[in-house]
């Protein structure tokens, strides 16, 4: 089928962002043999006036959006991020195009006010969102005509090659990577996870980017920097009131850094509050509860390399074999058309919203 996919692609980075979720989404439609035509709203935007200027050209994104819906004829129209594109724009495509189905894929937090809002802004006009958060919460972006279901962040073998699992020989024992914004949790180990370290454990060799002593990394210098050690801290970002459990704001989130670390063979941490040990099994990935359980787990793998091998193994195998691109993005597909399922995914499938 014809799948038009409307997501920004970070063409004024030159390929710093090449391994985010809409690049892995967009090759795991191309993969599973659809016709793609990937549409960058907001570089369309700034390409299509004389300053280069995203807020000037937002009009013309919208209006060559429909261009692309005469000329391409979708059957799908698969939104990611694409915050330019407007509601009414959506409305004018299906007009044009009465049987194309349309969802969004959401994959920010939703603990945060704005995001919520941003889900919201299409939910009148799409027929379903996917969001990287699972349960009951989920209703909260639902729409009077849509529904929403949980995605989980895929893996992608083309991006994803290294295989930290089969080495013992990296120079650092521990990758962290991600900034620090002002209204993180202050008690949540993601803003205390290094200073923890270098404090209890100070022999761990810490590879620390974007917040503490390193500097933010993209592209192949990202990529090279995390080939580089044996344990990822997927400690996700988040508010004082978020809640945890199936009916809180932090059950199954993850950032889209989990599928990086487990991708490439990294021993995985997590943090209790976002149980991503029902999603990926405690065989598969570290999941630890508070300042005393991390140091202990961490000094652990640190010095027990056999096990640590053995649990990032198993995290790479189940990664790659149930989270990959083509699963991830055929779910959505499967789902948006009303089609059967074609493989036992691996993740919860509960919908939620009126929407019938």
């Known amino acids: 089928m014809r799948i038009l996919h409307v997501s920004h692609q970070h063409l004024k980075y030159l390929g710093a962002r090449n391994y985010f979720f809409p690049v892995r989404i967009n090759n795991g439609f191309v993969r599973n043999n659809h016709e793609v035509f990937w549409f960058s709203d907001r570089d369309m935007a700034r390409c299509s006036n004389p300053l280069g200027s995203r807020k000037f050209g937002v009009g013309a994104s919208n209006r060559k959006l429909l261009d692309v819906c005469r000329n391409f004829q979708p059957d799908v129209i698969a939104l990611s991020s694409a915050d330019l594109i407007k509601a009414d724009t959506l409305i004018e495509a299906r007009r044009l195009l009465p049987n194309v189905a349309i969802f969004q894929y959401y994959i920010d937090a939703l603990f945060i006010p704005s995001n919520v809002r941003d889900a919201l802004s299409k939910a009148e006009v799409v027929d379903w969102t996917f969001a990287t958060t699972a349960g009951p919460v989920l209703s909260r972006i639902a729409g009077k005509r849509s529904k929403v279901a949980f995605v989980p962040n895929p893996v992608d073998a083309s991006i994803d090659v290294h295989r930290c699992h089969e080495h013992s020989d990296q120079p650092y024992d521990v990758f962290t990577a991600g900034h620090m914004p002002s209204w993180v949790d202050p008690n949540d180990l993601r803003s205390r996870a290094y200073h923890l370290i270098t404090e209890q454990l100070p022999d761990v060799r810490c590879a620390v980017y974007g917040h503490g002593p390193g500097k933010s990394l993209f592209g192949a210098a990202f990529m090279d920097a995390l080939s580089q050690a044996r344990i990822g801290l997927n400690f996700s970002q988040r508010t004082a ?65 056999t096990a640590r091998k053995k649990v990032a193994r198993a995290g790479y195998e189940l990664a790659h074999r149930e989270f990959n691109e083509r699963l991830v993005s055929q779910y959505m597909i499967e789902t948006a058309l009303g ?8 993740w919860p499938l509960e919908t939620h919203g009126t929407a019938g």
Not at 273 to 280: D, G, N, R, T, V
Not at 339 to 346: A, E, G, I, V
């Open 241 to 305: 009131s978020a809640k945890p459990g199936p009916g809180g704001e932090l059950y199954l989130y993850s950032s889209d850094r989990i599928g990086l670390y487990l991708g490439n063979g990294l021993l995985t941490f997590s943090t209790r509050p976002f149980q991503l040990s029902e999603l990926y099994s405690q065989d598969a990935i570290v999941e630890v509860d508070g300042d005393d359980d991390f140091i202990d787990q961490l000094k652990h793998f640190v010095h027990n390399d």
């Open 339 to 346: 089609m059967p399922h074609s493989h036992t995914y691996h």
